[in-house]
């Protein structure tokens, strides 16, 4: 028999937010504002794999999971004579200031959860600043019990450190603690923390390549009430 969940360790970008509506805006105005010429945009979306025309992303854009230096790392050959370091600021305090979109309304959930006793973290490859400054746009800062960045002293996703530390913080039992993202990289994070693992379907990837990752494929975060209603 299932153990009931006593926490849930949300990632950020395409789990509380929907990624193509927050994100794509984000890419459009960012390439734009780093770039000589339209033709340098382009080459500069190609190497974090965005199309500007058609406004998408691709599969294995480091947008999706990757940090905000592997994003820099993609684009320094192509901004010469700027440092990893200067990107990697760039990026940082364009992201602090990008509009995140709710995938389902926040702070609704998040109290319910909240109700049910639960502990809650955010676990994200986003920088932690950033990440911090998007949840309080949104006013829900004060439900999380736990929030970590690449950068908070835990390392990025797919590694256990940020879920791990989750757990320890708030005395939960990573068996009893679900980790709840959209991508692989969620998904792989929470298996080696030894949590349950949710995927949902607001990121870039689809139900068949998450499902094989994932104790249970949700449309997105709005449906956990019922299906930890039915967990245990």
């Given at each position: 028999?299932?153990r009931?969940?006593d ?8 789990t509380l937010?929907?990624f193509?509506?927050s994100?794509g ?6 390439l ?6 339209a ?6 979306g190609?190497a ?6 058609q ?13 905000a ?6 684009l320094a050959?192509?901004l010469?004579?700027?440092t990893?370091a ?8 364009a992201a602090a200031?990008?509009p995140m979109m ?6 609704p ?7 049910r ?5 955010l676990a ?6 950033p990440?911090?400054?998007?949840l ?9 019990d736990?929030?970590a960045?690449?950068?908070?002293g ?9 879920c791990a530390?989750?757990a ?14 959209d ?6 994070a929470?298996?080696?923390a030894?949590m349950?693992t949710?995927a ?17 494929v949700?449309p997105d975060i ?8 039915g967990?245990?």
């Amino acid at each position: 028999m299932a153990r009931a969940i006593d926490g849930v360790v949300f990632d950020k970008d395409g789990t509380l937010f929907d990624f193509r509506r927050s994100w794509g805006g984000w890419a459009q105005g960012f390439l734009a504002g780093i770039a000589r010429d339209a033709a340098h945009a382009d080459s500069l979306g190609q190497a974090i794999g965005y199309d500007l025309g058609q406004k998408s992303f691709a599969p294995d854009s480091p947008v999706i999971a990757g940090t905000a230096a592997d994003i820099a790392l993609a684009l320094a050959e192509h901004l010469p004579g700027q440092t990893l370091a200067d990107i990697t600021g760039h990026i940082n305090a364009a992201a602090a200031l990008a509009p995140m979109m709710e995938a389902v309304p926040l702070r609704p959930l998040l109290e319910a959860l909240r109700g049910r006793g639960l502990k809650i973290g955010l676990a994200t490859n986003d920088t932690e600043a950033p990440a911090r400054a998007h949840l309080a746009a949104h006013g829900i800062t004060d439900l999380f019990d736990f929030i970590a960045g690449y950068d908070s002293g835990h390392g990025p996703k797919p590694g256990p450190g940020m879920c791990a530390a989750f757990a320890r913080q708030v005395g939960l039992d990573p068996a009893r603690c679900a980790m709840v993202g959209d991508s692989l990289h969620d998904l792989h994070a929470g298996r080696a923390a030894g949590m349950v693992t949710v995927a949902v379907l607001t990121g870039i990837a689809g139900a068949e390549d998450l499902a094989p990752h994932a104790d249970v494929v949700l449309p997105d975060i709005g449906a956990l009430p019922v299906w930890l209603d039915g967990y245990a």
